[in-house]
């Protein structure tokens, strides 16, 4: 059992920065792919990123590929979400999710665990 608890959310002007942070409890957390969701009000929840265990293999949605970065410290139990210059339409509520296996999976149903989410809004 793995539990998940992002943080790092916040209000931010366009073209700022935010970090996320994706901290998890449970001693097989080395062993999980981690992704990165978000859903805006009134749309559904959308794939942003992920990364397996070892950190050797990435997978992000086109619409935040050169801004956005993924990464884990397994020591930390910590997955980190580098978000740069953000633009409006980044605004959501962003929710980290784990999975069992080394794919770098898009597919919201295939992640088993997922944190309660945390707020990004970018304002213009």
């Known amino acids: 059992q793995v539990q998940l608890v992002e943080s790092g959310g916040g209000l931010v002007q366009v073209g700022g920065s935010l970090r996320l942070s994706c901290a998890a409890s449970g001693r097989t957390f080395s062993t999980y792919t981690v992704g990165w969701f978000r859903q805006a009000p009134g749309k559904e929840r959308e794939f942003v990123a992920a990364?397996?265990?070892?950190?050797?293999?990435?997978n992000y949605a086109d619409s935040v590929k050169g801004r956005f970065t993924i990464s884990r410290d397994n020591a930390k139990t910590t997955v980190y979400l580098q978000m740069n210059s953000l633009k409006p339409e980044d605004t959501a509520v962003y929710y980290c999710?784990?999975?069992?296996?080394?794919?770098?999976?898009?597919?919201?149903?295939?992640?088993?665990?997922w944190g309660p989410g945390t707020q990004v809004t970018v304002s213009s």
């Open positions: 999710a784990g999975r069992t296996g080394a794919r770098t999976t898009m597919t919201l149903y295939e992640y088993t665990y």
């Open positions: 990364i397996s265990w070892s950190g050797g293999s990435t």
